[in-house]
């Protein structure tokens, strides 16, 4: 039972949090509470994880399915010592939307397959060697280009939907935005989920919400799964990705690891297979591509319980929500203007991320490398520059990472070469502006091999 991460030890009385103390991921508390704070990790994914098969026109009750097999999967494969849910990946949505137009739904799930796929074979390798050879590929300046032009990406799309019912799309947006900073704890965490709750609102009473699917389906039954299709087209639209998740779960593993004081690294390749088989999972039948939530990890902030149980509580409750067809088309019933309002922030908040990992690793743009391989990537992710070499079509996504990886490496490899780098990669820290400026002058100074 201990090999599968299910046997967990009560922490004190069960009943409370010891002061200064957390529920480790080992530990739970009695099992009332433990449900408690599972359901409520179920409520802190529901908007996000929603939002991926409402945008992309997958069916929201087999993404439900699929997330809650992929979580608790997840928790096998890691042995509970991580806890983590995995809900809808929003670096899916823009992959799986350009290749529904070419090859139709069947066709993004063999995309969604093959990224799951390479993720599982990326974990097996960190698990093997290491992670040191990620950060060494993609260092942070690469890692928040592909972040923030995944994002950013996107705005097309927002913008289309909030054009189909601006009124209702400018009410979900200035809800969301109030409602973050208006309230604390969950509630302020939730913000995309009460905006889209009270944008639903106001398209029910503008006439915008189209109820038919809801009022046909059944009560009871199950999922709606699809079989995937291969073509070679999708690979340059889905590579990027992989990327993107391998950020998102070292990323979450490092925080989990800081919040509980366990050290988490020889487990990391253990979360990306996990999450690269849930995502394989999902593919083959009809979800979306999942990744860890760090939606949940502000659950697990706020409570101080971090313990597996709850998860195996939130992956259960998922799965049964899934087995209920009206449950998922009125889920479906979400119109283009509240999705227009909210992917406006979502997307835009996807880009900022990127620019948040420059700022928490404290890029240095003054070294040419790093400004010149943000500068081109970005441009070429939001204009959505196109390449097509017989079937295979590589779109901004996918340019723009790569031009990230390739210039950043290319550009420091000549200047090593050449001795010109004469700028830190990343802000010197605790010096004065004078003394920062007299170190680069010194450096410029250093004489240049020929």
């Given amino acids: 039972m201990s090999m599968l991460g299910i046997k967990w030890k009560l922490h004190g009385n069960g009943k409370a949090v010891r002061p200064g103390e957390v529920v480790a991921p080992g530990e739970r508390l009695a099992w009332p509470l433990t449900i408690g704070v599972g359901m409520q990790h179920v409520v802190a994914m529901f908007g996000a994880t929603f939002l991926v098969p409402i945008i992309t026109g997958m069916p929201p009750a087999t993404t439900l399915f699929f997330s809650g097999i992929g979580t608790l999967l997840f928790l096998v494969i890691t042995q509970g010592r991580v806890p983590s849910y995995l809900g809808s990946s929003f670096a899916f949505i823009a992959p799986i939307t350009a290749s529904q137009q070419q090859f139709g739904i069947p066709g993004a799930l063999g995309g969604v397959v093959l990224a799951g796929a390479g993720l599982a074979v990326i974990g097996a390798i960190v698990q093997k060697f290491g992670a040191g050879w990620i950060n060494r590929l993609m260092p942070p300046i690469v890692t928040g280009a592909i972040v923030a032009l995944i994002g950013l ?12 019912a601006p009124v209702t799309a400018l009410i979900t947006l200035a809800t969301i935005i109030v409602v973050s900073v208006l309230f604390r704890g969950i509630v302020g965490r939730l913000s ?17 919400v189209d109820y038919a699917k809801m009022d046909a389906a059944a009560w009871v039954g199950l999922p709606h799964f699809q079989t995937p299709e291969f073509h070679l087209g999708v690979v340059g639209l889905f590579v990027p990705v992989v990327l993107v998740l391998v950020a998102e779960n070292i990323g979450h593993v490092k925080s989990v690891s800081a919040m509980t004081g366990q050290n988490l690294d020889g487990v990391s390749g253990r979360a990306l297979m996990a999450d690269g088989a849930a995502t394989v999972l999902a593919g083959f039948g009809g979800g979306s591509g999942t990744t860890t939530y760090a939606e949940n990890i502000g659950v697990m902030a706020a409570t101080k319980v971090y313990s597996t149980a709850a998860y195996w509580v939130a992956g259960m409750f998922a799965i049964l929500l899934s087995f209920s067809p009206k449950f998922g088309e009125l889920i479906a019933t979400v119109p283009a203007g509240v999705l227009g309002g909210a992917a406006t922030m979502l997307y835009g908040m996807i880009g900022i991320l990127g620019v948040k990992i420059w700022v928490q690793n404290k890029v240095n743009f003054s070294n040419p490398v790093n400004l010149t391989t943000a500068a081109v990537s970005l441009i070429i992710g939001i204009a959505d520059y196109t390449w097509t070499v017989g079937d295979l079509k590589f779109t901004g996504i ?12 290319g ?11 004469a700028e830190p990669e990343t802000e010197q820290q605790g010096l004065p502006p004078a003394a920062k400026a007299a170190i680069n002058a010194a450096a410029k100074r250093q004489p240049k091999k020929r």
């Avoid at 996918?398 to 990230?404: C, K, P, Q, R, V």
Wanted: hydrophobic letters at 60%; proline letters at 2%; aromatic letters at 6%.
């Fill in 398 to 409: 996918a340019l723009g990472s790569a031009a990230a990886l390739v210039i950043y490496h």
């Fill in 153 to 164: 990406n996107l705005a097309p799309a927002a913008k289309n939907n909030f054009d189909a």
């Fill in 411 to 421: 550009m420091k490899a000549i200047a090593k070469a050449r001795g010109t780098a």
């Fill in 192 to 208: 995309i989920l009460v905006g889209v709750l009270v944008g639903y609102l106001v398209a029910m009473m503008r006439g915008e």
